[in-house]
C-alpha cells in the first residue's frame, strides 16, 4: 500500500501564500492520479486539483479561482499545492488523497489512499 505524508500546513495571514506537500512512500509503484481536497468544519469536502504523476495532467486547479497550482516532482515522488492569495475562508483541513486509476476525478470516493490531513489556518 502506499502511505501518503503530508507537510506544510500551519497558519499565515490573509494575502499570503503557502505551499503544502504531499510525499509518497511504500511500493515502489504506487498510485497514478493524486490531488488535494479540502474540508471546512461542517461543510462537505470539497476537491480542489489532481495531477498524474508521472505524465504531469493536471485536473481541476480552476476551481480555485486561479489562486491554487498543483504540481509535482517526479523524483521525490512528491506533489504540491502552491496557494496564493489566501483567504479565511480557504481555512480548511487539506488533505492529499491518491488513486490507483490513471483517470482524473474529483470525486473522493474514486481514490483509494489518503493522508492524515494538515490544518490551513488562515487569519485576516
Known amino acids: 500500500q502506499v502511505h501518503l505524508v503530508e507537510s506544510g500546513g500551519g497558519l499565515v495571514q490573509a494575502g499570503g501564500s503557502l505551499r503544502l506537500s504531499c510525499a509518497a512512500s511504500?511500493?515502489?509503484?504506487?498510485?497514478?492520479?493524486m490531488g488535494w481536497f479540502r474540508q471546512a468544519p461542517g461543510k462537505e469536502r470539497e476537491f480542489v486539483a489532481s495531477?498524474?504523476?508521472?505524465?504531469?495532467?493536471?485536473y481541476g486547479a480552476d476551481s480555485m479561482k486561479g489562486r491554487f497550482t498543483i504540481s509535482r516532482d517526479t523524483a521525490k515522488n512528491s506533489v504540491y499545492l502552491q496557494m496564493n492569495m489566501l483567504k479565511p475562508e480557504d481555512t480548511a483541513v487539506y488533505s492529499c488523497?491518491?488513486?490507483?486509476?490513471?483517470?482524473?476525478?474529483?470525486?473522493?470516493?474514486?481514490?483509494?489512499?489518503w493522508g492524515q490531513g494538515t490544518q490551513v489556518t488562515v487569519s485576516s
Open positions: 511504500g511500493r515502489a509503484f504506487g498510485t497514478i492520479v
Open positions: 495531477i498524474n504523476r508521472f505524465d504531469g495532467r493536471i
Open positions: 488523497a491518491s488513486r490507483y486509476g490513471a483517470g482524473a476525478s474529483a470525486n473522493s470516493d474514486d481514490y483509494d489512499v
